[in-house]
């Protein structure tokens, strides 16, 4: 029988370019700025601080989560020894045709309220991805997507359908470093801790700041969303999120 995981140190994703660009991403394949590899590095520190040691490692098939993923296990020191599990599921969730539009236009297009159902919701879509999407073929032709099936390739999805795909990704060992995705974050702590429909629209996850998850054998959480920071850091990393759709356009 496959050993559940005890402890999960779930990391999303340092700040990437198209965060940066405040551009929705979702299986677009965009690195880190060098804001988010110094993030990324920072939660190997934290994590080593701590006395933290990761025994299995996951992470989604995009750039930005893999480049986390490494960063803190360089932090570590055990970039050589801990494999890391890299898969589809474990993508952020597909953003459809809003793909590669900038957040801030996208509220003056669409209006505020649709905007956030999109992004926070827990069962709404956005539309699905055009052929006319300017990233519609980079992202359906990507080499790195080869072994999804076709049946389960997403052409939009929901934060429900993000969390369905995600769970089965993750198997076994004790303390497991997961580094991937805001929504797909959201995803397991909405399933995890039992967060109401309601309750999901406003939690947001700061970029590249690691928190913990631990489990009884029953796999009933005995910790949950404990922040590996102080709260300044956490904070400011929450108002950024926030500031995705509002403020300045800066691509
Ligand atoms: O795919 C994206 O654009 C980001 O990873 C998450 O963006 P969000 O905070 O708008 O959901």
Redesign the pocket.
């Known amino acids: 029988m496959t050993e559940k995981p005890l402890r999960i140190v779930m990391v999303r994703?340092g700040e990437?370019q198209?965060?940066h660009g405040k551009?929705?991403?979702?299986w677009?394949n965009c690195p880190l700025t060098k804001t988010g590899e110094n993030e990324a590095r920072q939660a190997g520190k934290a994590l080593k601080e701590k006395g933290i040691e990761v025994d299995a490692a996951f992470s989604s098939l995009l750039l930005r989560a893999n480049q986390t993923c490494d960063l803190i296990l360089e932090e570590l020191g055990v970039k050589e020894d801990v494999e890391v599990k890299r898969s589809w599921r474990l993508n952020?969730?597909h953003?459809g045709d809003l793909t590669g539009q900038n957040?801030v236009v996208a509220v003056a297009k669409y209006g505020a309220d649709q905007v956030k159902l999109w992004?926070?919701s827990y069962d709404v879509a956005p539309p699905p991805i055009s052929q006319s999407n300017p990233y519609y073929t980079q992202i359906q032709q990507n080499k790195v997507f080869v072994d999804v099936p076709k049946e389960e390739f997403p052409t939009s999805e929901s934060l429900k359908m993000t969390t369905d795909r995600s769970w089965p990704a993750i198997k076994s060992g004790k303390t497991v470093l997961l580094a991937a995705?805001?929504?797909l974050l959201r995803g397991l702590i909405k399933n995890i801790d039992n967060v109401s429909e309601e309750d999901i629209i406003n939690l947001?996850l700061p970029t590249g700041i690691p928190f913990i998850y631990e489990f009884d054998k029953d796999m009933k959480p005995t910790k949950s969303l404990e922040f590996i920071s102080d709260e300044k850091i956490v904070k400011t990393g929450l108002e950024k999120?926030k500031d995705?759709?509002t403020k300045t356009y800066v691509r």
């Open positions: 994703h990437s198209w965060n551009l929705f991403c979702g677009y952020e969730r953003y957040k992004r926070r995705h805001g929504n947001n999120v995705q759709t």
